[in-house]
Antibody, heavy 120, light 113 residues
Framework: QIHLQQSGPGLVKPSQTLSLTCAIS??????????WHWIRQSPSRGLEWLGR?????????EYGVSVRSRIIINADSSKDWFSLQLNSVTPEDTAVYYC??????????WGQGTLVTVSS | EIVMTQSPDSVAVSLGERATINCKSS????????????LAWFQHKPGQPPKLLIY???TRESGVPDRFSGSGSGTDFTLTISSLQAEDVAVYYC?????????FGQGTKLEIK
């Protein structure tokens, strides 16, 4: 059974970097038919796709328009996890952040969610 | 990017009645290579991660009750709940995965009348 376990701080100060990790059990982050996503949800913006990473002989990253200049998604094949880094956060980045797994074009498996509040 | 627009923003339906949510994409999400619409529907309840209900616009995910159905093609899509149950109260989102960046609609809040 495949499971995604998120970890990371729930409070980040403005202008600092938000960092979250998603640990994968039961699957490989470098699998040739899967992709790994970060998505967030806030009352003001609803669900917002942040980006994804996937391995097809090499690593590919794709990012959402609103965060493209501030986001990095990395993966670690040796430990089967992937991470989200969002730089220069503001209170507008306050949201519940989710990691998720895509296979066969279905984003059907999600992490438990992490509420991240941006506040001094 | 493809812009997804849902209607209505919120809707109240009586138990046992039909609920309909619409989704429109700013460009077609029908892929010519496989004749599939790259459109999914998610249900989101407070405190839970979103749940995939429908993919390829009309294919029900395993375990999803058959009162949920998806239809449409190209740029216009519909999620229908044939007989509303109390546990269906949630926010519903459409999402296109035709091209990155993947994009969601703004969400439709479904309540009991």
């Amino acid at each position: 059974q495949i499971h995604l376990q998120q970890s990371g701080p729930g409070l980040v100060k403005p202008s600092q970097t938000l960092s979250l990790t998603c640990a994968i059990s039961g699957d490989s982050v470098s699998g040739n038919s899967v992709a790994w996503h970060w998505i967030r949800q806030s009352p003001s913006r609803g669900l917002e796709w942040l980006g994804r990473t996937y391995y097809r002989s090499k690593w590919y990253n794709e990012y959402g328009v609103s965060v493209r200049s501030r986001i990095i998604i990395n993966a670690d094949s040796s430990k089967d996890w992937f991470s989200l880094q969002l730089n220069s956060v503001t209170p507008e980045d306050t949201a519940v952040y989710y990691c998720a797994r895509e296979m066969g074009s279905k984003v059907a498996l999600w992490g438990q969610g992490t509420l991240v509040t941006v506040s001094s | 990017e493809i812009v997804m627009t849902q209607s209505p923003d919120s809707v109240a339906v009586s138990l046992g009645e039909r609920a309909t949510i619409n989704c429109k994409s700013s460009q077609s999400v029908l892929h010519s290579s496989n004749s599939k619409n790259f459109l999914a529907w998610f249900q989101h309840k407070p405190g839970q991660p979103p749940k995939l209900l429908i993919y390829w616009a009309s294919t029900r995910e395993s375990g999803v009750p058959d009162r949920f159905s998806g239809s449409g093609s190209g740029t216009d899509f519909t999620l229908t709940i044939s007989s509303l149950q109390a546990e269906d109260v949630a926010v519903y989102y459409c999402q296109q995965y035709y091209s990155t960046p993947y994009t969601f609609g703004q969400g439709t809040k479904l309540e009991i009348k």
